[in-house]
């Protein structure tokens, strides 16, 4: 089987990230709400390998079995928190794990190599993590006062909220801005056009800079392969 690397991480990643959106999506229509542990946990063991792993070939993610037992763990984990009435804890826990991982795919995009395929997939990688940050941090707000959103149902079970939330976010991300949920604080009001902020300008700058920068490194190859072809 042939072993994720550095080159091809992102790969992964990005198909991963979208059907974990997905099996969220699914979970929330078909399955009762407890079972979003069970995604967050997967997601949780999907950043580890592919972001936190992909330098180490001894990362102990790889072996065999070991990934389905470290989602079941996580989700035990997750329950035990959940039990002990600890949801501010383990969510800001979650958060600052996402932020971290959000920094060091940066890294891995912006200061290692030459852009690639890969980097630039790894730019959405980063996109998608942006949009759960910003929906953990609704769903922190959203804890601290449910008075904080339009449009969200009085729960104070994290799991039943978050998948609205990843939804909300997303929305904002790309300004679609359906209305179906709305910040009714200052504080989600700012929380949110400065999400909309960030995205507009994360596509506009950063994602378009690697586009182009890859772009030109073609041209630039096929150039000098032009110029050593008209030597010989």
Request: charge should be neutral; hydrophobic fraction near 55%.
């Amino acid at each position: 089987m042939k072993k994720m690397t550095q080159n091809d991480n992102f790969i992964y990643l990005t198909c991963s990230l979208i059907l974990l959106l997905l099996g969220m999506a699914l979970a929330q229509q078909f399955f009762d709400a407890s079972v979003q542990r069970l995604m967050q946990s997967a997601t949780v063991v999907t950043l580890l390998v592919a972001v936190w792993g992909v330098r180490d070939e001894q990362f102990i993610f790889r072996k065999g079995l070991i990934f389905p037992l470290a989602i079941i763990l996580t989700s035990l984990v997750s329950y035990y928190l959940d039990n002990l009435d600890l949801n501010y804890a383990h969510l800001f826990l979650l958060l600052i794990f996402f932020i971290i991982t959000a920094v060091k795919t940066a890294k891995q995009v912006i200061f290692t190599g030459e852009i690639d395929g890969n980097k630039i997939l790894g730019a959405i990688c980063l996109y998608i993590l942006m949009g759960l940050i910003w929906a953990l941090l609704y769903t922190l707000v959203h804890l601290a006062s449910l008075q904080a959103f339009n449009g969200m149902p009085d729960s104070q079970l994290w799991y039943e909220i978050l998948p609205d939330f990843v939804y909300f976010s997303f929305v904002t991300l790309t300004t679609l801005g359906f209305g179906d949920i709305s910040p009714a604080m200052p504080i989600t009001r700012f929380l949110v056009y400065f999400e909309a902020i960030v995205g507009q300008f994360y596509l506009a700058i950063l994602v378009a800079s690697l586009v182009g920068s890859k772009i030109s490194n073609s041209s630039q190859k096929q150039l000098n392969k032009t110029r050593e072809a008209n030597h010989e």
